[in-house]
């Protein structure tokens, strides 16, 4: 995460799809010629393989059923919530965060209750 943090600070790429946000309102992306499509197409696509990497590494652990993804995408929904949205920083501390908070509640509580650190 720290590698895609410091491609999206560095590259251009990373800072015209900062600047898209910022001239949306206005409506100069045209007149500085960025091609907000392009900048959608690739932070989609990276998001796209993040993800799917995320869900290759989670079926390997878990068996296949149709409500597999539901408490990885409360943790992920209270991950965005603590780390802010659209802070990748904050994103990865919360991660973090919530880990340790998991692993101390299995250890103090039992496994049983893991899943009640999500929600306090």
Do not use: D, H
């Not at 800072?15 to 960025?34: D, E």
């Not at 900048?39 to 993800?51: K, N, R």
């Not at 659209?86 to 049983?112: C, D, E, H, K, W």
């Amino acid at each position: 995460m720290a590698e895609l943090t410091t491609l999206i600070q560095i590259l251009i790429w990373g800072l015209t799809a900062g600047c898209i946000y910022v001239l949306m309102p206005v409506g100069l992306n045209m007149i500085f010629g960025v091609m907000k499509n392009r900048i959608y197409m690739i932070s989609f696509g990276i998001g796209a393989a993040l993800a799917a990497a995320a869900g290759t590494m989670f079926g390997i652990l878990s068996p296949f059923t149709p409500y597999m993804g539901t408490i990885p995408g409360i943790m992920a929904f209270v991950v965005i919530i603590i780390g802010g949205l659209g802070s990748i920083p904050g994103a990865i501390i919360a991660g973090l965060l919530l880990g340790l908070v998991q692993n101390f509640t299995i250890f103090y509580f039992g496994r049983r209750r893991r899943k009640l650190a999500n929600v306090l």
